[in-house]
Nanobody, 127 residues
Framework: QVQLVESGGGLVQAGGSLRLSCAAAGPISRDYAMGWFRQVPGKDREHRAFVASISWHGLNTVYATSVKGRFTISRNNTKNTVFLQMNRLTPEDTAVYYC?????????????????WGQGTQVTVSS
């Protein structure tokens, strides 16, 4: 069973930065894409919003319009880890952030394309 563990969430003031990490462990096949999604309070899993995704070699990255230019997704395949650098945070970025792994090398924005999910890490941005 593949397991994903996120870290790096917390409380930050508007305009600040946070860096999320997600470490994957278990029987992972090669050439998998990874993504980040977020879920705001009061919304169920069906309404998890896409944030960013990255292909195996990092050549393909996709960003939600709302984070483009502020967030950067990257990965270290030797450590099976994906990162999300979040800059110029706003209160609208407040959510639980989930990383996800897809057993394919397609950096999708659709949550149903992903096979494994982490437990989530809370990001709170104060105004």
């Amino acid at each position: 069973q593949v397991q994903l563990v996120e870290s790096g969430g917390g409380l930050v003031q508007a305009g600040g930065s946070l860096r999320l990490s997600c470490a994957a462990a278990g029987p992972i096949s090669r050439d998998y894409a990874m993504g980040w999604f977020r879920q705001v309070p009061g919304k169920d899993r069906e309404h998890r919003a896409f944030v960013a995704s990255i292909s195996w070699h990092g050549l393909n990255t996709v960003y939600a319009t709302s984070v483009k230019g502020r967030f950067t997704i990257s990965r270290n395949n030797t450590k099976n880890t994906v990162f999300l650098q979040m800059n110029r945070l706003t209160p609208e970025d407040t959510a639980v952030y989930y990383c996800a792994l897809a057993e394919s090398d397609f950096a999708s924005s659709g949550q149903y394309e992903y096979d494994y999910w982490g437990q989530g890490t809370q990001v709170t941005v104060s105004s």
